[in-house]
């Protein structure tokens, strides 16, 4: 009994020490996280309900951030745009890398080939995509040279004047952007679709666009709501293309403000309102977890029914 309890009283440090050691080797990471996202995300949260600028701290104001808020024109602006964005450009970052994916899923080195190609705008810096599709989309870039040539159009098109051809625009670039990354996750899940699907398809007489809806589309539906909600954060938070196309102006008049871009406005600079731009970034935040959630509980409806 003795030698029994003195092995149990020897073990049990060993236990303990066995115990901590995986939150040793998370306690970097979680310093990390602590200090450039918990801290960051308290003090905007703070901010959120004071006056306060970047060269005083400010007082405790309420809801007074909220109220002008939701009076501020700009916000309304930068709130559509933004939404408008994630509606128009999350169906086609669904629909169109999956079918590039399904055209490109082939072996060979011309598959290969394409497959770069379409990748290299991905590890692109934004600014300089930016500045590419700038250049192209002036009244004397090569899209209106080209359309002319063609006689498509009797004027140059106004790609980067008008409100809603630059925001439409921007939507392009983005799309253009994101391509090949979503291709990639596409093809890592086209992968995993048992063959045998593929052959009992063409057994049956299905065609390519038959066997793609019926075998392609349900075996990456988890796939497919992932890519959902990467590409709705990311649509919300649109920033560097719009940036850069209206070259910082956010379009002619503030028309294609986007909710980042008024952050970014509010909350930098000697006049900086860091306590507005704190209360709009909270809001920004709780629309993205909404938007989040929703997508969530609908996937998982999918999944049960």
């Known amino acids: ?3 029994s309890a003195t092995h149990d009283e020897a073990g049990a440090p060993a236990t303990h020490r066995w115990r901590l050691t995986p939150w040793l080797f998370l306690l970097p990471a979680l310093a990390v996280i602590v200090v450039l996202v918990l801290v960051p995300f308290l003090n905007t949260l703070r901010l959120a309900f004071t006056d306060s600028t970047l060269l005083r701290t400010g007082e405790f104001t309420g809801w007074d951030n909220f109220r002008r808020m939701f009076a501020d024109e700009r916000f309304g602006t930068a709130l559509l745009n933004s939404t408008l964005y994630t509606v128009c450009v999350v169906p086609l970052m669904v629909a169109l890398p999956l079918v590039l994916a399904a055209l490109l899923s082939g072996a ?35 899209v209106n040279e080209l359309l002319g040539t063609l006689q498509a159009v009797a004027a140059p098109v106004p790609f980067l004047t008008d409100r809603w051809l630059l925001l439409f625009s921007a939507m392009f670039v983005t799309v253009w952007m994101g391509l090949g990354y979503y291709m990639v996750i596409y093809l890592a899940a086209l992968a995993n679709i048992d063959p045998s699907l593929y052959d009992a398809a063409a057994m049956d007489g299905a065609g390519p666009v038959r066997t793609f809806l019926s075998v392609t589309v349900p075996g990456v539906r988890s796939t497919m709501g992932l890519i959902g909600v990467l590409s709705s954060v990311a649509a919300f938070r649109v920033f560097g293309e719009i940036y850069v196309l209206t070259d910082g102006t956010g379009g002619v008049g ?3 403000l986007t909710m980042t871009m008024l952050i970014q406005r509010e909350g930098t600079g000697l006049q900086a309102r860091t306590g507005y731009a704190g209360a709009i970034s909270l809001v920004m935040f709780v629309i993205l977890g909404g938007l989040l959630v929703a997508q969530l509980v609908l996937q998982r409806k999918q999944r049960s029914s």
Do not use: A, E, Q
């Open 1 to 3: 009994m003795t030698g």
């Open 108 to 142: 060979g080195r011309l598959m290969g080939f394409f497959r770069t190609t379409m990748y290299l705008p991905v590890i692109m810096s934004p600014v300089i995509v930016g500045l590419i599709w700038t250049n192209m989309l002036d009244k004397r870039g090569l």
């Open 254 to 256: 503030g028309g294609d």
